[in-house]
Structures are given as C-alpha cells and as structure tokens.
C-alpha cells in the first residue's frame, strides 16, 4: 500500500510527491525534463487523470521557482484577461529581489515597486515575448532553468486569429529557440485540439518539426485503483467493505479524480452517521458525478446534439461505425451522412471524449455516456 502524508481524498491538486499517489516514473520523467533543460514538454491524459497534481508536485520537489498559468480559470479569452492572470502569477511565484527587478524595469510597460508587479492594459501593454525574454535573462543570471507551465494548454486555441492577435506558435516556437533558460510545459486532456494547435507535424506551423517531450499520464488500474481507496479510507480510520471499493472501481474506471470524489463523499457520509450501503452509496455518488460531467459537456452540446447522441450511443461499451449510425438516425429521425459521421467522430475524439480501436469506438470517461444523455433529456423538455 502506497503511504500519503496528507488527505488523499483531498480534491485540491496536490503539490508536494508525497502525496502524490503512485506517480513515480511519471514525476520522474517531468523532473529530468526539467533538469536537463528540455525546450518543450506535453503533459497528456484524460480529464481528471491527475495532471495538474502531477505538474505541481514535480516542480515543486526541484525547489526552484516556475510560473503556472492555469488557463480553465481565464474568464475570457481576450489578452487583458491573459496579462492579469500572468501578472498576478508573476507576484505569487517569483521572488522580489533586485535582480528581477533590474531585468523586469527593462520592459516597457511593466512596473515594479513595493507592491509587486504590474502590467500595463493599455498603449503601454508589453508584448509576451518581452516579458519571458527578460525572464529568461533573470533566470540564467541565477543559474537555474524557468518552467513556464500552460495548464489545459488547447484552451489557447481561443486567442489564435481575430482582434486578440496572439499567436501562440509563434510564441513558443520563439521560445524554444532563443529562451535557452526556459522549460514549456503544456497539460492537456484534449489531445487531438492540442496537437492540432501546436502543428508539429504542419509544415505551415512554426513549431514544425521540433522536438517534445511527452509524458502521458495514465488511469489507474484496478488493483492499484483499490489500493488507493484503501489508504485513503485507511488515513480517515473509515472502515469500507470491499464490495463497495470493487464497485466503484468497476464503475470510474480508474480516472483518479473521480475515485477522489468517491471517496470525499464516503467520509462525508460516514463522519454524518449515516450508514454506507453498497448500491445506495454508488448510485447516488455516481449520479452527482454524472450531473457535474453534464455541465462540463454542455459547451459541445451546443455545438450539436449529434455530439451527445454518439456519447450516449456508447453507455454500453463498444460500438463499431454502423451501429453509431444506426442508432443515430433512429434517435434524430434523420439520415447522417458518412461524412457528417466522420468528422463528428473525429471531432470527439480530438476532445479525448471517445477513441478508435480495431473493433469500435469506445468513452474515455465511464461517466461521459450517462452525461451525455443527461443532457439529451435536458435539451429535450
């Protein structure tokens, strides 16, 4: 069994190795990436596969500083939005001390003083390039490599073309090479938007052709994901029978956050007295997990309800492209064209909602078909 210090039902990222469950060749694999100043490094894995954990905890152990710029809490996608998150990350993780001063007071429309850091939003705005450039002197003159980490990195898609005019290949691929004291590191959990943004197997991206680091970050399997809720009830001195685990690992499929949530909600409900049935507890467990998956899900539902048909189509595991169509146009009452079907499912699987194999297309998420039919009947009243 593996031993965790803290809580680790906790729902926040962890941040120290620790308490980072069962991770080591991942970690180990981030860190030396690290060291050994890699220009670019994909961190990759489903929704809720422990990426975020995983980045913090890493760089964390390294003792050095990095800047963290989690993109799922921009509100908008404009660069007044990007320049204060980057601003109020640059006084969270950075040390105030004179050289970085020096090298930051160099950039037009960045200033520094007793306060910290800010960044001018207007005629002043310093373009990204000019901020990471005198970064990237401060952290050679300390002699230490800077991880620069875009979490959920496919989210800068957003900002690609129109008014925003922030090309971020170009930026990276500027990074990667002239920024020598820089690491970075893009999370994503939509795969195929991600290698879609960066290109680098388009001749007409400027990423094209560079070389990155991946460290794909994989579900638990079941004894490992048993063992996990046996330490983590284990450190709440809550006793669970082992049917119990054996369902819920059957049913969340070793998707660690969700096998987090389960076991939260159990130690809530033990500590309120109330009693732990089998059947009860996952149903009901699953179905507040099913609802918080439907909302996440309703961005692309808007998009087409197709989208949510062939999700929900796949709530019994496997189904090879005939029976997709099948069952779609008896769903929709309508015909879908081969076409149409080709690019909606290849649409969800650049999302990492589904994935091909030789004998069909299956979820990535256990709970994904039960939220998308959710939110058929929803869209449906």
């Known amino acids: ?45 489903v929704r809720r596969v422990g990426k975020t954990s995983l980045i913090k905890a890493a760089l964390n152990s390294l003792g050095i500083p990095y800047i963290f710029l989690d993109l799922r809490a ?19 993780a950075l040390p105030l001390r004179r050289r970085l001063f020096e090298q930051l007071r160099r950039v037009r429309g960045i200033r520094v003083g007793a306060e910290g850091i800010s960044i001018d939003l207007g005629r002043e705005k310093p373009s990204l390039i000019s901020i990471l450039r005198a970064l990237n002197q401060w952290a050679m003159g300390e ?12 989210e800068l898609r957003f900002f690609q073309g129109g008014r925003r005019g922030l090309d971020f ?17 893009l999370s994503g959990s939509e795969v195929g938007v991600l290698y879609k943004l960066l290109g680098l197997e388009d ?7 560079r070389y990155v680091e991946r460290v794909v970050v994989e579900r638990l399997d079941r004894d490992r994901s048993l063992d996990f809720l046996r330490a983590g009830f284990k ?30 909600e159990v ?29 996440e899900l309703e961005g ?30 008896k769903r929709f009452k309508r015909t879908i064209s081969n076409p149409q079907l080709a690019n909606l499912l290849n649409t969800l699987a650049q999302l990492s909602l589904l994935e091909k194999d030789s004998r069909g297309y299956r979820a990535l998420d256990p709970l994904v078909p039960e939220a998308a039919e959710l939110l058929l009947r929803t869209h449906h009243r």
């Not at 290949?169 to 590191?185: C, H, K, P, V």
């Not at 001749?203 to 052709?209: C, Q, R, T, V």
């Open 267 to 295: 130690v809530r409900r033990c500590r309120g007295g109330a009693w732990v049935d089998s059947s009860e507890t996952i149903h009901s467990i699953r179905s507040k997990a099913v609802a918080l998956c439907a909302s």
């Open 74 to 92: 921009l509100p908008s996608y404009d660069d007044k939005a990007l320049y204060s998150m980057v601003a109020e990350e640059l006084n969270r």
């Open 300 to 329: 692309v539902a808007r998009r087409s309800l197709l989208y949510m048909g062939i999700l929900a189509e796949l709530r019994g595991g496997l189904r090879t492209w005939s029976e997709l169509k099948t069952s779609l146009e």
């Open 1 to 45: 069994m593996t031993s965790l210090l803290e809580d680790p039902f906790s729902e926040a990222p962890k941040t120290s190795l620790e308490n980072l469950y069962d991770r080591e060749r991942e970690s180990k694999a981030l860190i030396e990436a690290v060291k050994m100043r890699s220009r670019m490094v994909l961190v990759l894995g």
């Open 203 to 209: 001749p007409k991206s400027p990423l094209f052709g």
């Open 235 to 264: 450190a709440h001195n809550v006793k669970v029978e082992d049917d119990v685990l054996l369902q819920a690992v059957e049913q969340l499929d070793g998707i660690i956050g969700w096998l987090t949530y389960f076991g939260a």
């Open 143 to 154: 002699g230490f490599n800077l991880p620069i980490v875009f979490d959920e990195a496919q």
């Open 169 to 185: 290949r170009r930026l990276l691929a500027y990074g990667y090479d002239n920024l020598e004291n820089m690491t970075f590191i």
